[in-house]
């Protein structure tokens, strides 16, 4: 039967970590579906989609669909999750929340533009149309932060200035202590970016330490794989972020090259990762590209990428 379930006097509580052991904050990433990981928030994602995650919220008034199941990418690729809110709920969705340009994490969001305004932060739509991404242009844009206020629930999207692409945005569901951060969060023991290539790495390290600290978060909800997370892997991200950028930036005041950069950055401190082995090289290559850019040195010397004739 369709309906959506009432909010209950729970919802107005703040919940401590342990009132979420009644919903589901694990998951089997080969398997595409949908759980429940707070009173007011789902999250869907898995199967063929490469462990990509995002998140819905119910209301008595309408749905909110935070990103969408687009890897692989199709037109359609959305029509599973489409067909799955028409089964379950007779409202449409109301709203389409874009969290950042990158393709796989919003492709499939198009099936829902018939009935919903598609939010993203100012500086997405540029991407979007460049890139030809498959995806609808946002009507709403917005710098700073903006509320969206349907059926008693408020979802909060902050633009904090650029992180993991210059557009991304942080979504924040503050009465269920729930926080989206897909590509600068994963479960614990995940490095969330295999390079930097359109980081700006200073004010991610700012905002990661903004992120944990902020109020109202129990629930870290990463963009990829499972289970949830918490805001304790902000701070051991920008650990890792800050040592290795005063590291390969040590060694580039000290004049060497980057082939002898890769050979003595090991992050061995950081071995709790389970990825490091997979994406230090590509870490260490992009950062020493950004701080390139940042800094001039005594000798300037030639370019690191030799300009053909
Ligand atoms: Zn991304």
């Known amino acids: 039967m369709k309906r959506i379930r009432p909010l209950t006097l729970a919802a107005l509580i703040v ?19 949908i759980n429940r990981i ?17 998140l819905f919220v119910p209301t008595d008034e309408g749905i909110i669909v935070i990103d969408g199941p687009g890897n692989p990418c199709t037109p359609d690729s959305g029509q599973w999750f489409r067909d799955e809110l028409e089964q379950r709920y007779d409202v449409p969705v109301r709203y389409v929340v874009l969290s950042h340009d990158h393709q796989s994490h919003i492709c499939g969001t198009t099936v829902f533009a018939d009935t919903a305004v598609v939010i993203g932060s100012r500086k997405l739509r540029p991407h979007l149309i460049r890139e030809g991404r498959v995806a609808p242009v946002p009507t709403v844009s917005f710098d700073g932060s903006l509320d969206i206020d349907l059926g008693g629930v408020k979802v909060v999207l902050h633009y904090l200035g650029p992180t993991h692409s210059d557009n991304l945005i942080v979504i924040h569901i503050p009465q269920d202590g729930v926080i989206f951060v897909p590509d600068l969060a994963r479960p614990h023991g995940q490095l969330p970016n295999p390079d930097f290539r359109d980081m700006d790495v200073d004010n991610t390290i700012e905002v990661l330490g903004i ?17 949830v997370s918490d805001q304790s892997y902000f701070r051991r ?7 290795l950028r ?11 090259t980057l082939e002898e950069i890769l050979g003595l950055v090991t992050m061995d401190d950081f071995g709790d990762y389970t990825n490091l082995g997979q994406v230090l090289e590509r870490n260490v290559i992009t950062m020493y590209d950004y701080l390139y850019r940042y800094r001039e040195p005594n000798s300037p010397g030639s370019l690191p990428i030799r300009a053909t004739q």
């Open 15 to 33: 919940l401590s970590p342990q009132a979420y052991a009644q919903y589901e904050t694990s998951w089997d990433n080969s398997v595409q579906g």
């Open 38 to 54: 707070s009173e007011h928030v789902y999250r869907w994602g898995g199967g063929a989609m490469g462990g990509i995650s995002g």
């Open 211 to 227: 992120l944990s600290r902020m109020d109202d978060v129990d629930i870290v909800m990463p963009g990829h794989n499972s289970p």
């Open 237 to 243: 991200y920008r650990d890792y972020l800050a040592t």
């Open 246 to 256: 005063e590291r390969v930036l040590d060694h580039m005041v000290a004049g060497r």
